[in-house]
């Protein structure tokens, strides 16, 4: 992409109303713009994100044997009288009226509705087990909208929900979904820390919230610090093992990690003094087995070769794909803007052009944007009339991994500079070397490119 022809409506001054810097940030960087409270347009670059970070998720549970769907963002208020939930949700929901008079929501979660598809469908316990799962917009009316994109009244959200006969069945699918998210946070450079949390009037302790630990985060939590040790790598994991599926839980569980829900004092006082930490975390992501409660009231059942029906076991996960941006950039960035992890940056690299309208410069840059692009790679190319001052501050704020300075002087030696984000290291190497190493650092990273570019 040329940076001439492309919309990046990056702002100079620090908006007042943004109380945390991923928020400032995100606004500053012109990838979301406010609508109303808690509603946003998603700017090119921050629909970028949003895309990779989508493409992520679905790689993720594609692999674990999970089947997207897609269901729409209203509902029939009829399907959640069935479950009980229409008069229990409280306000959060956002009610309507069509012109018929006929109440129809916009989806907060899709426990009934995803009910409703597989009892229309599903008769036999042959067809078990089976997950599917959507990312879809949703909406709940907040009562206190804020941080941006981090609690919005709409938002992105990935919803998965596990189909299975028998709970032992059920509590596979539960552990398939941690091990698939820890994967799918680790891609995107995060350490989200599995806690056990509040199963609510359900009861329990099947559920685990994801914590993303920063001091801006709005829950209150409770670990041993050696939980912060733990990595899931690039191991390879059979998701239809369930003794594997069960060690990683029991690794990435069983040391003390609890929101203040769940907290126990007397417990966590025995860990050693200094292993006992207390910080902020956001929540970027839920699982829960439920057992029988939707099935039982809305009739998902099946059979068995006798022809004894019995209601399926399910759960529920999620993952807020659209926090996630938030909470991404609230764990990697620095005072001149955003560092994006390389797994999910918008453009892989930026091409900045020191002297616009030099035959060498412009020829330098034009072969760079053309083999980095042959490559599969995307980059970013400033190609404006600006000074350098200016063009390295729209980097450095976007957060680009990589950048490559071209300018006279040091073609003609040669070279070009390149420089990464994070470590602020710049060498000097020759526009070949340079595209070589840029390709050979992305190599190593998957993107996902799953679904869209
Ligand atoms: P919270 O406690 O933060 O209100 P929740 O527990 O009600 O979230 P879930 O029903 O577990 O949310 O939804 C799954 C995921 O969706 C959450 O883990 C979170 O990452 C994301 N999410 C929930 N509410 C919002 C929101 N208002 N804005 C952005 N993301 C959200
Ligand atoms: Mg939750």
């Known amino acids: 992409m040329r940076l001439s022809s492309y919309f990046l409506p990056v702002l100079k001054e620090t908006p007042a ?7 400032r940030l995100m606004l500053r960087a012109g990838m979301i ?11 090119p670059l921050g629909f970028k994100v949003l895309r990779k970070l989508e493409n992520i998720v679905h790689e993720e549970q594609i692999k ?8 729409p963002i209203l509902q029939s208020a009829d399907l959640w009288r069935e479950s009980g939930r229409y008069d229990d949700y409280g306000q959060e929901m956002l009610r309507i009226k069509d012109r018929q008079d006929r109440d129809l929501l916009y989806t907060p979660t899709a426990e009934e509705m995803v009910t409703d598809i597989f009892r229309s469908h599903v008769s036999s316990y042959k067809d078990l087990p089976l997950t599917l799962y959507q990312i879809q917009w949703k909406f709940r009316d907040e009562i206190r909208p804020r941080f941006g994109i981090m609690r919005g009244r709409e938002f992105y959200m990935k919803d998965g929900y596990n ?6 069945d059920a ?7 941690l091990v698939s998210y820890l994967k799918t946070y680790e891609r995107m450079g995060l350490q989200a820390i599995p806690m056990r949390a509040d199963s609510g009037p359900i009861g329990g ?3 685990h919230e994801f914590l993303v630990l920063a001091e801006t985060g709005e829950s209150e939590v409770f670990y041993d610090s050696k939980v ?7 191991r390879d994991i059979d998701y239809n093992d369930k003794s594997a599926c069960q060690s990683v839980l029991d690794e990435f569980t069983s040391l003390y990690a609890r929101t203040d829900e769940t907290h126990d004092p007397k417990l966590f006082a025995e860990l050693p003094a200094d292993r006992q930490k207390s910080a902020r975390g956001i929540e970027v992501g839920q699982i829960f087995y439920f057992g029988t409660k939707y099935s039982e009231t809305m009739g998902a059942q099946v059979a068995d070769d006798e022809g004894n029906k019995m209601p399926v076991h399910m759960g529920s996960h999620g993952i807020g794909v659209s926090r996630l941006i938030g909470a991404i950039i609230e764990a990697s960035h620095d005072e001149n803007g955003i560092i994006w992890p390389e797994g999910v940056t918008p453009f892989h690299c930026g091409i900045v052009n020191l002297k616009q309208g030099d035959v060498e410069a412009d020829d330098a840059c034009e072969a760079l944007y053309k083999s980095l692009n042959a490559l599969g790679l995307e980059p970013l190319y400033d190609d404006r009339n600006e000074r350098a001052g200016g063009k390295f501050a729209t ?3 976007i957060g680009l991994p990589w950048r490559l300075t071209v300018g006279p002087r040091g073609l003609k030696n040669g070279v070009v500079e390149l420089t990464n984000r994070k470590s602020g290291i710049s060498e000097e190497i020759s526009p070949e070397g340079a595209v070589e190493k840029l390709a050979s650092v992305y190599r190593s990273v998957t993107v996902g490119d799953f679904l869209f570019r």
């Open 33 to 43: 713009k406010q609508q109303a409270a808690g509603i946003y347009s998603w700017l």
């Open 228 to 234: 912060t040790d733990l990595t899931f790598g690039d």
């Open 395 to 397: 980097m450095d704020l």
């Open 64 to 71: 674990a044997g999970h089947i997207p769907i897609q269901m």
């Open 163 to 168: 189909f299975d006969l028998t709970k032992e």
């Open 17 to 23: 109303e943004a109380q945390v810097v991923s928020h």
């Open 171 to 177: 509590l596979h699918s539960y552990n398939r979904h």
């Open 205 to 207: 302790d099947n559920t």
